[in-house]
């Protein structure tokens, strides 16, 4: 099946390729002799020639505007989705891992929250290519939204240890999350329910699905703010990984901070 891209990038193709043709047929057009017994055919000629490529134009808009449309629907649904799932990066693998203790674990002793049961998680597993370089982030499902927003809401309490936590974001969302934080710095980028937040220079808060909503961000401010070279908290991969074999099992009593720390 054809993705959303692929349709675009053809369609890409297709423009400029008549736009090409186009050029070149007009550039002959100019060139031709203009003597008084074929001047009334070229005119006629240029003039239906106009009509023509008004029209090529109008019918590419009118299929980029469907296609994206189309891609905006698809992305919503996509990110509707994924509204119950958080992104844990940081935390080390190991063979034969038990992937639901190793994150309620850090949920319990790192973010303090030790009354959740394995119940409350959907499903786990890791994504990526596994390599040796850094661990591959955890996307989890939690099978009630309030679970998740509770867990989102503790995260600043993961600022001093070395797991991240992120919202799984979609393709087109977690580009443009990037290219935000880039532009805008990242204390003025936040994501919410899989919806990107942009605090522009002017104080106004603007919510970013599309890459229409951010170029509209852009014309406003063309030109990067001073708070835009913010500090960025290093990647997972820099810093001290967490190992499962420090954290509780979930069947048993939460290990207090101390204890955790001895374990490492």
Same mark, same amino acid.
């Given at each position: 099946?054809?993705?959303?891209?692929?349709?675009?990038?053809?369609?890409?193709?297709?423009?400029?390729?008549?736009?090409?043709?186009?050029?070149?047929?007009?550039?002959?057009?100019?060139?031709?002799?203009?003597?008084?017994?074929?001047?009334?055919?070229?005119?006629?000629?240029?003039?239906?020639?106009?009509?023509?490529?008004?029209?090529?134009?109008?019918?590419?808009?009118?299929?980029?505007?469907?296609?994206?449309?189309?891609?905006?629907?698809?992305?919503?649904?996509?990110?509707?989705?994924?509204?119950?799932?958080?992104?844990?990066?940081?935390?080390?693998?190991?063979?034969?891992?038990?992937?639901?203790?190793?994150?309620?674990?850090?949920?319990?002793?790192?973010?303090?929250?030790?009354?959740?049961?394995?119940?409350?998680?959907?499903? +786990?597993?890791?994504?990526?290519?596994?390599?040796?370089?850094?661990?591959?982030?955890?996307?989890?499902?939690?099978?009630?939204?309030?679970?998740?927003?509770?867990?989102?809401?503790?995260?600043?309490?993961?600022?001093?240890?070395?797991?991240?936590?992120?919202?799984?974001?979609?393709?087109?969302?977690?580009?443009?999350?990037?290219?935000?934080?880039?532009?805008?710095?990242?204390?003025?980028?936040?994501?919410?329910?899989?919806?990107?937040?942009?605090?522009?220079?002017?104080?106004?808060?603007?919510?970013?699905?599309?890459?229409?909503?951010?170029?509209? +961000?852009?014309?406003?401010?063309?030109?990067?703010?001073?708070?835009?070279?913010?500090?960025?908290?290093?990647?997972?991969?820099?810093?001290?990984?967490?190992?499962?074999?420090?954290?509780?099992?979930?069947?048993?009593?939460?290990?207090?901070?101390?204890?955790?720390?001895?374990?490492?």
């Amino acid at each position: 099946m054809a993705r959303v891209e692929d349709i675009l990038e053809v369609h890409k193709n297709i423009a400029e390729s008549l736009g090409n043709r186009m050029a070149e047929f007009e550039k002959q057009l100019k060139s031709t002799s203009n003597t008084e017994g074929n001047r009334n055919s070229l005119d006629k000629l240029a003039s239906e020639f106009k009509e023509f490529k008004a029209s090529v134009w109008n019918i590419l808009d009118l299929l980029r505007t469907l296609v994206t449309n189309l891609s905006s629907q698809i992305d919503d649904i996509d990110n509707t989705s994924r509204r119950n799932a958080l992104l844990f990066g940081g935390i080390q693998e190991a063979e034969g891992e038990n992937l639901v203790s190793t994150v309620l674990g850090t949920i319990q002793v790192l973010m303090g929250i030790p009354d959740l049961q394995p119940g409350v998680i959907q499903y +786990c597993h890791r994504i990526g290519s596994k390599s040796e370089r850094a661990p591959r982030p955890i996307v989890v499902r939690f099978n009630d939204l309030k679970v998740k927003s509770l867990i989102w809401s503790s995260k600043k309490k993961l600022k001093s240890s070395p797991v991240v936590l992120s919202e799984f974001l979609t393709k087109v969302r977690q580009s443009l999350f990037t290219k935000a934080r880039k532009r805008f710095g990242i204390t003025n980028t936040w994501t919410l329910n899989g919806n990107i937040y942009i605090k522009l220079p002017n104080n106004e808060r603007r919510r970013v699905t599309t890459q229409e909503d951010f170029d509209e +961000c852009l014309k406003m401010f063309p030109s990067p703010s001073p708070s835009s070279h913010s500090v960025v908290k290093p990647a997972s991969s820099a810093l001290p990984r967490v190992s499962p074999s420090g954290l509780p099992d979930a069947s048993k009593k939460p290990l207090t901070r101390r204890n955790l720390v001895k374990k490492q």
